[in-house]
């Protein structure tokens, strides 16, 4: 005991064991070293472990933001796709009837047979059997039932359906009947010396029928003549986008009988010149 206290006041006073103390650690450290291993390694794995379950917490997280951001873009090119869509809907609006209103499709019935749509407007919106429906682009059929909250509107490519039309270019008048193809309409009982082409556009006539005159319908894209026929071939493609739209157009006229309107039912009304054309109600 007193040596130790004679060297600890010898080194604090006289540093006279500052050479002894440096051979001493140069002996000493790979003992400390090699005694440290073990400590070093169990900090180091720890750490690893820690820092991987870090990185893998972090790229989980990131993953799951970057699907987030991708749903929401998704959402927001089809927000803005139908926004075009309402807005075209909304341009077109003011070019027709006194009265317009937009609905939905809530169901689709395509096939041979039957071609027809269910929209989300009923009779407690004014929606009456025979309405004209049109998309931003032109005629897409009418209204053949009416229920409270919806009705069924028969397309013009349904087979059954007939609709009144002449060429924009001359005046000529036809008959435009479906085919049961999305995307095709047959003129009937256009005579072989008819003055039609292909590129021809086709508008309502406004006779024997609801729609009022000068509403686009189609553009001729096939003109047949077949010698011993009495009647050229003319088929036609729809202007309206009866296979793409989502939201339609239902259309009231100054001279239709017009049906009350609920409140809140989002019917336009927009006044019209007075040389508006007159439409029916019958099929």
Known sequence: M???ILLAVLDHRYRHLEAVRSVLAV???????????????GTRLVESFTSRRLLEEHNSRLHKENLLLKARLQ????????NMRLRDLVGSSFKVGDRVLIA????????????EVIINKGSLHGVFVGQPILDAHAVMGQVV???????????ITDASHALPVQVLRNGLRAIAVGTGQIDEIELSYVPQKADIRVNDRLVTSGLAGPFPPGYPVATVTEVKYETGQAFATVIARPDAQLDRSREVLLVWTLSTNLPPIAQGSG?????????????????
């Not at 939905?104 to 071609?115: A, G, H, M, N």
């Open 2 to 4: 007193l040596a130790s």
């Open 27 to 41: 002996v000493t450290y790979p003992v400390q070293y090699v005694a440290s291993l073990p400590v070093d390694f």
């Open 75 to 82: 959402q927001f090119e089809a927000l803005e796709a139908e």
């Open 104 to 115: 939905e499709l809530l169901s689709i019935d395509l096939d041979p047979y039957k071609q």
């Open 145 to 155: 039932h009416v229920t409270p909250f919806a009705a069924t509107v028969i397309l």
């Open 267 to 283: 019917v336009v009304t927009k006044p019209v010149a007075a040389s508006q054309p007159a439409g029916g109600h019958s099929r």
